[in-house]
């Protein structure tokens, strides 16, 4: 492993979390206490963050302060999960055993997780019979214990060319749409700027991630979306790409999901908390002359890691989910992520209190108002994955159609292709995933109208701890639904004058 996305793997230190001495964030190494990852060593550029701003204000503020240079600020910590890998491993027909470059090991799988539902069986161990893998794990002397699962043959090598022109958010969304889960692994190219099919090594990118829903969790059908960056490895090799992924830290996943910088073979592969063992997954890839670009986006990140460790802004599903960090995140730089607006106001109004009387819960009710007025592009993983992909191949095909803001220009000088990849979901006892839903109509679709059929896994919160919480963190603002809350009591209190007015008269 020689690199972390683009960072040199050698400016790291790889410990247990709560091992570490380092420059991080303490709240960072306390989400990360009883975890392998790995942190900046001294001398390095850090991602800073002001502690007295919310995300957005912090953005703008170090957007006007920043300057293109050779190296992206650091971020507190990435997420490794275990702290030895093997590559080019094989295992053995009966599953019990490991034939790699540095011998023979006895193979023993990680822990499974109490509330994960599924695990490694006869139909995954057929499909890495078929390939040969990169595992993360622990090594006891003649046992390897894996912890993560990466198909060697996942690379950019076999690039094709697409046969239809693919510019539109509408034509990304049907190339999501086109295939099954278990649909081969495929690289296609959409856009390049010469006739050169296959990347450089060491070639830096900036990658869309789109995971699709779960065939069985129906709190999951709308998938998930992360922003990626890195170069390209020997031999076409994406694994140590690096991976924003943005999950609820106030609750403990039953996939063991922890927010985080992550590299790709741990956020896909993970036996647990991988995506690829619970849905198919696709993923957009500009690879770039220049780092420029994936700098600033992952020294942004960092600095939105920074803020989100530290409870500056909380995890929101409607208001601050995966999609909607990553497209604020895009939008603070100044990439005009294309809005899609939100799905109606006037269903909303309507909708909070008829959902706060039948579920009997101001929450829902209020929740339900966000869903339905949030921007969708930063609501929906697949809004944004179509919006910002759609958006990024205009842009390099010089039809944007808008002046060019600095970094939107940095993109279109940079990119010299832009890759579709299409990752299988990887065998196992779980169901099959799906295409994920991109509107509040295509997700009630698949819920089940019985509640009792409906799979949902409870999860334990995660509180946290108050010594941690830094007092000049800036509260949070009063949202849209607590405005439409207090727009319908005065309405209600209005009503009842009126009525009793008349009453009286």
Not at 73 to 82: A, E, H, R, T, V
Not at 135 to 164: K, M, N, Q, Y
Not at 379 to 386: E, G, H
Request: hydrophobic content about 40%; some cysteine; charged content about 20%.
């Amino acid at each position: 492993m020689s690199a972390l996305g683009l960072f040199p793997v050698e400016n790291f230190t790889v410990a247990i979390g709560c091992e570490t001495k380092c420059d991080s964030v303490p709240q960072a190494l306390w989400y990360f206490a009883a975890e392998t990852v790995a942190v900046p060593r001294q001398g390095v550029p850090l991602a800073g963050y002001d502690p007295h701003l919310r995300l957005e204000d912090d953005l703008h503020s170090w957007v006007k302060r920043i300057s293109c240079s050779d190296e992206p600020d650091y971020p507190p910590l990435i997420w490794l999960g275990s702290p030895s890998v093997l590559r080019a491993a094989r295992v053995t027909a009966q599953g019990q055993g490991l034939i790699t470059p540095q011998g023979e090991f006895k193979l023993q799988l990680a822990e499974r997780l109490p509330l994960n539902s599924s695990w490694f069986d006869a139909s995954s161990l057929t499909f890495f019979g078929e390939h040969s893998a990169k595992l993360r794990g622990c090594c006891h002397g003649e046992t390897f214990v894996a912890r993560t699962f990466w198909p060697e043959s996942w690379r950019l090598t076999e690039i094709v060319d697409s046969p239809v022109p693919v510019l539109s958010p509408t034509a990304l969304r049907d190339l999501v749409r086109s295939s099954p889960a278990h649909a081969p692994f495929a690289t296609v190219s959409l856009w390049q700027k010469s006739r050169r099919r296959t990347p450089g090594e060491g070639q830096p990118i900036l990658g869309l991630m789109l995971n699709g829903a779960q065939g069985d969790d129906d709190e999951a059908h709308s998938g998930h979306f992360a922003v990626m960056t890195g170069r390209v490895g020997e031999g076409g090799r994406i694994d140590d790409w690096l991976v924003n992924n943005f999950y609820t830290l106030d609750a403990e996943s039953e996939k063991g999901i922890i927010a985080a910088p992550v590299p790709l073979d741990n956020y896909l592969g993970d036996l647990n908390s991988g995506q690829a063992w619970y849905r198919p997954s696709w993923m957009l890839v500009a690879t770039l002359a220049e780092p420029r670009a994936a700098h600033r986006l992952q020294s942004a990140f960092g600095r939105v890691f920074n803020q989100f460790y530290r409870h500056q802004f909380a995890y929101n599903h409607a208001r601050a989910n995966c999609a909607g960090i990553s497209v604020t995140t895009a939008r603070a730089l100044g990439w005009q992520v294309p809005a899609r607006g939100p799905e109606s106001w006037f269903r909303a109004i309507l909708a909070l209190p008829l959902v706060a009387l039948r579920e009997r819960s101001l929450v829902k009710g209020k929740a339900m108002f966000d869903y339905l007025t949030e921007d969708q592009t930063r609501l929906y993983p697949a809004a944004a994955f179509a919006e910002m992909g759609g958006d990024l191949l205009r842009l390099v095909a010089g039809q944007a159609g808008r002046p060019l803001g600095e970094f939107e220009a940095m993109l279109a000088a940079d990119v010299e292709q832009i890759v579709f990849i299409r990752l299988p979901q990887i065998p196992s006892s779980r169901a099959w995933g799906s295409f994920p839903a991109e509107n509040s109509i295509e997700y009630r679709a698949r819920v089940p109208k019985d509640p009792a059929q409906r799979q949902i896994v409870p999860v334990p919160p995660r509180p946290f701890p108050p010594e941690l919480r830094d007092p000049r963190t800036p509260t949070e603002p009063l949202g849209r639904a607590d405005y439409a809350v207090i727009g319908w009591g005065l309405a209600i209190v209005a009503l009842v004058v009126f009525i009793l007015r008349r009453l009286l008269a």
